[in-house]
C-alpha cells in the first residue's frame, strides 16, 4: 500500500517576497505568487490544483495584503495563515531572523543561520 505524501505550498504576493522567503526556508516547499491580486477565475484554478495540499499563505501587513487574505479565508478556509509583525508591512523588507521564525512557527524548515 502506498501513502500518497500531502505536498506543501506557500502562497505569498510577489516575486520579492518569494525571494525573501527561498532564502531563508530549508524545507522544499512549492511557492506561488498571486502578484498582488487574483482574479476569480485564477482564483479557482488555484483551489482546484491546492486540493489535498498543506496550503500557507503570507501575505503583506497592509491593505491589498489583507483584502488577499480575507479572500482566502473564504475560499481556502483550511489554509493556515502567517503573519509578518505589521512593524515591517511587507515580507520583502522584513529581516530574514523575522520571516525564519514565522516559517518555524508553521513547522517549515528553515535554515539554522537565520535563527
Do not use: W
Amino acid at each position: 500500500m502506498c501513502i500518497e505524501e500531502i505536498e506543501r505550498v506557500l502562497i505569498v504576493e510577489g516575486k520579492s517576497d518569494k525571494i525573501k522567503v527561498e532564502t531563508v526556508m530549508k524545507d522544499s516547499i512549492e511557492i506561488i505568487c498571486t502578484n498582488g491580486t487574483i482574479s476569480i477565475s485564477k482564483l479557482d484554478e488555484l483551489i482546484e490544483y491546492l486540493f489535498n495540499k498543506e496550503v500557507y499563505i503570507l501575505v503583506d501587513s497592509d491593505d491589498s495584503g489583507e483584502k488577499l487574505r480575507k479572500q482566502f479565508k473564504r475560499e481556502l478556509p483550511e489554509a493556515e495563515h502567517l503573519y509578518i509583525d505589521k512593524t515591517y508591512r511587507e515580507v520583502a523588507c522584513a529581516p530574514e531572523q523575522h520571516i525564519a521564525t514565522v516559517l518555524l512557527g508553521a513547522d517549515i524548515d528553515v535554515h539554522a543561520d537565520f535563527l
